[in-house]
């Protein structure tokens, strides 16, 4: 698989999670999210999937793009599968509202201009 069939694919995967992540989370005030175990699992898996996928993004791409955290999405991702203990939900509560918007829409124009590319 070349390397822009790769970045395609893990960019996909990062929308995807937003997304879901965002669905899950409509209406949801940050005192349900906080009380309701379901919840915080279902973001906690989606931040682990964005951030496997952003670390799946060449190197290349992601220098070509340092408008985006890639580093901090896989950190964050790294925190939640081998230290959850640490998760601290508020942090995420707010990542989800502040950041993972500017994100999805970052990813879904990288994905515009992916496809366009291969055309």
Known sequence: MQSH???????????EAIREIQQFMAGVSE??????????????RNFEILGEAAR??????????????WGNMIGLRNIIA???EQ?????????MNTVLPEVLVNVERFLSEL?????
């Open 5 to 15: 069939d790769r970045d395609a694919a893990a960019l996909w995967d990062i929308a």
């Open 56 to 69: 799946r993004v060449s190197t290349e791409f992601q220098r070509a793009h340092p408008d985006v955290d």
């Open 87 to 95: 998760v601290d939900h508020e942090i995420l509560w707010d990542i």
């Open 82 to 84: 081998h230290h959850y």
């Open 31 to 44: 005192m349900e999210y906080l009380e309701t175990l379901w919840l915080r699992r279902v973001v906690e």
């Open 115 to 119: 496809s366009g590319q291969s055309s």
